[in-house]
């Protein structure tokens, strides 16, 4: 069985009410590639209104969960809440949080867990900086990023995870990878998966990319064997994010 292409439409803090409606109408409206899985992550005010605005072949994400089940932790959101929302996904350690508010390679691992023994679908987000990339510690960067999840979760449990590899340099900065930079650290995930988890988990986990992709650039990267699909950003918020789901058309 071919790995499902995927489609991760990441809004971040953008968007209120009326445009994150008007963008999910767009999204029910368009001829979508029926055999790509497109999940779009509105900010948490939002999940509960993208839920019922969605056609029911659109999944909804949140973009961070907390690891504990519930009581005093004020600001956060449990994955007993996504659940009653009806939320299936969520996203998990995404560069802005793990540099602006400084999460850890552990506690995102242990959100990770939570979320995968709960029922949630995780986008899983590694990445490098530019400094990182620039002294040759890529992978080295994305493997410590993966034994961190590798040491929570069992082996089965990768079934639920979506790996979304995102350099930061290329996030947000118009810099997209070359298609041989993203098939290369692609690959590196897909042997680290075969080697620390199991060949089914290499065979079967999407490896997506995530870092400016747009309607330009989507289809020469969706060409590479190791890249299933994509983490987009801003321009999930546009209606070229319709190109970008059908790049495999
Ligand atoms: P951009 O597509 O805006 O570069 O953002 C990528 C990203 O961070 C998706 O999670």
């Known amino acids: 069985m071919p790995r499902q292409f995927f489609i991760g439409g990441n809004f971040k803090m953008n968007g ?10 767009n999204l029910n409206s368009a001829k979508l590639d029926p055999n790509a899985e497109v999940v779009i992550s509105p900010p948490a005010p939002y999940l509960s209104l993208a839920r019922q605005v969605a056609n029911d072949n659109i999944g909804v994400a949140a973009q961070n969960v907390f690891d504990k089940p519930n009581g005093a932790f004020t600001g956060e959101i449990s994955v007993e809440q996504l659940q ?12 802005e949080r793990r540099v602006l508010l400084k999460e850890s390679d552990e506690f995102i691992a242990k959100k990770v867990k939570a979320a995968v023994d709960g029922g949630l679908g995780v986008i899983f987000c590694i990445g490098e900086t530019l400094e990182e990339r620039e002294s ?41 990878a070359t298609t041989e930079q993203a ?63 059908n790049s495999r058309l």
């Open 16 to 25: 209120v009410a009326d445009s994150i409606t008007s963008i999910v109408n």
């Open 84 to 95: 009653d929302l009806k939320i299936n996904w969520t996203l998990v350690g995404h560069s």
């Open 136 to 176: 040759n510690s890529t992978i080295a960067v994305v493997t410590r990023q993966l034994n961190a999840a590798a040491k929570e979760l069992s082996k089965e449990q990768w079934a639920k995870v979506v790996i979304a590899y995102e350099p930061v340099w290329a996030i947000g900065t118009g810099k997209v």
């Open 183 to 245: 098939q290369e650290v692609h690959a590196a995930i897909r042997k680290w998966l075969g080697e620390a988890i199991s060949a089914e988990a290499a065979d079967n986990t999407r490896v997506i990319y995530g870092g400016s992709v747009s309607e330009k650039n989507c289809r020469e990267l969706a060409k590479e064997n190791d890249v299933d699909g994509f983490l987009v950003g801003g321009a999930s918020l546009k209606p070229a994010f319709v190109d970008i789901v």
